[in-house]
């Protein structure tokens, strides 16, 4: 019997868990290590160059006009005012073509495989063509091409009480009186109640295997109900038209022609790509789902929205994420055409008058992280919601 004894193996760098800790925490000391010499670094410079920082700069008066605004702005209002008008026309632009670029997708993905010839043909060119344009060059085109070519506004062209010219699409504006806020309680009544019909819906189905058109019957819920409210108020709601003079439009509400330009350019560009996302996801599904649901005499409009499109949504929603997330980024380049969104106005105008670079780019690389990471939760959230539960 041999008298030698082996090396122990229950060293502490043995474990691999252990080394896994070690090596996170030197690589977590170098991070911290890094940031706080560039920290040093830059804080040394700027005091070398006497140049100050801290957002103090929001308190001062801005001096400059920002065209398109949902909430009050002058000239005489803040730097902080003005970052929160582009940080709203930002979000505003970001969400309508989330929207518009996902009806759009969703309606020329299945263009594209139509058995109609013609429109199969046409979405194809639709798709093909505009994934191969620049987006902003598109943006120019629908900004200077299409918009800045429309006439004056003494010769606008009138469609019902809209007016359309170089200057924007005039629409009439809802103005409230006494009384609305009855219509607003009654507005938020008829949103609960048609959640109500569609998990009353979706429970039916589930117990009984009978569909019945909960987003449409919804959808009815909401105008009857608001209507209703609507009527017993008064209808306390008046139309300001828009009218025509010699060298302008008076009255009305006005969509400006920078907004139109960003908004059609951002929606049908990133709808192209989203169209083939959906058709990708429609013909990921097995054929046998469509000859199964044809055998059960189902139309061919059912077909698709009841069997192939749940099921295509989970091959859709992952790449459908990177294109809201590359809208909502995009939405930055309306800046070339004067689109007064968040760079345009924070690292554009405010940088150049405050010289303020590192807090305005900063603060704007926040603002679209924070963003980006928003839309991502959001989509992973449904994206598990509508994932299969394996038994």
């Given at each position: 019997m041999s008298d030698k004894t082996t090396p122990s193996n229950n060293s502490f760098l043995n474990d691999a868990g252990n080394r896994a800790l070690i090596f996170q925490i030197l690589l977590l000391a170098m991070v911290v290590f890094a940031g706080y010499y560039l920290f040093s670094n830059l804080q040394a410079n700027l005091d070398n160059r006497g140049i100050s920082t801290g957002f103090s700069f929001f308190n001062e008066p801005a001096g400059f006009p920002i065209l398109i605004h949902l909430i009050e702005y002058t000239e005489a209002n803040t730097y902080g005012r003005a970052f929160v008008v582009a940080l709203i026309n930002t979000f505003v632009i970001s969400l309508l073509g989330i929207i518009l670029a996902t009806i759009i997708g969703v309606i020329m993905g299945l263009a594209r495989l139509s058995k109609n010839w013609l429109v199969a043909r046409l979405a194809t060119v639709y798709i093909e063509t505009l994934r191969n344009i620049p987006l902003l060059l598109q943006m120019f085109f629908w900004y200077f091409a299409v918009l800045a070519a429309l006439p004056a506004p003494a010769q606008s062209y009138e469609f019902a009480d809209f007016l359309l010219n170089k200057r924007g699409i005039y629409s009439p504006n809802p103005i409230t009186q006494d009384g609305f806020g009855l219509v607003i309680v009654g507005f938020i009544l008829s949103i609960v109640a048609s959640i109500g019909v569609i998990v009353w819906a979706k429970k039916r189905q589930t117990r009984t295997g009978l569909w019945f058109p909960a987003y449409w019957a919804s959808l009815g819920v909401i105008f009857g109900i608001t209507f209703i409210f609507l009527a017993m108020a008064g209808f306390p709601i008046e139309f300001d038209l828009p009218t025509k003079s010699r060298f302008n439009v008076t009255g009305g509400m006005v969509l400006p022609p920078e907004f139109v330009a960003v908004l059609v350019a951002l929606s049908t560009y990133t709808g192209a790509f989203i169209a083939e996302i959906v058709r990708a996801g429609i013909l990921s599904v097995n054929w046998g789902q469509t000859e199964a649901a044809r055998?059960?005499?189902?139309?061919?409009?059912?077909?698709?929205?009841?069997?192939?499109?749940?099921?295509?949504?989970?091959?859709?929603?992952?790449?459908?994420?990177?294109?809201?997330?590359?809208?909502?980024?995009?939405?930055?380049?309306?800046?070339?055409?004067?689109?007064?969104?968040?760079?345009?106005?924070?690292?554009?105008?405010?940088?150049?008058?405050?010289?303020?670079?590192?807090?305005?780019?900063?603060?704007?690389?926040?603002?679209?992280?924070?963003?980006?990471?928003?839309?991502?939760v959001f989509m992973n959230w449904y994206n598990n919601k509508m994932s299969l539960i394996e038994r």
């Open positions: 055998s059960l005499g189902l139309r061919d409009s059912m077909t698709q929205r009841l069997i192939v499109l749940p099921q295509a949504l989970r091959v859709i929603i992952p790449p459908l994420t990177s294109q809201y997330l590359n809208l909502a980024k995009n939405s930055s380049l309306g800046a070339a055409i004067a689109y007064p969104e968040l760079v345009a106005v924070v690292m554009g105008t405010t940088l150049n008058q405050t010289g303020q670079a590192i807090e305005t780019i900063g603060l704007c690389m926040l603002v679209y992280g924070s963003l980006s990471l928003s839309i991502s």
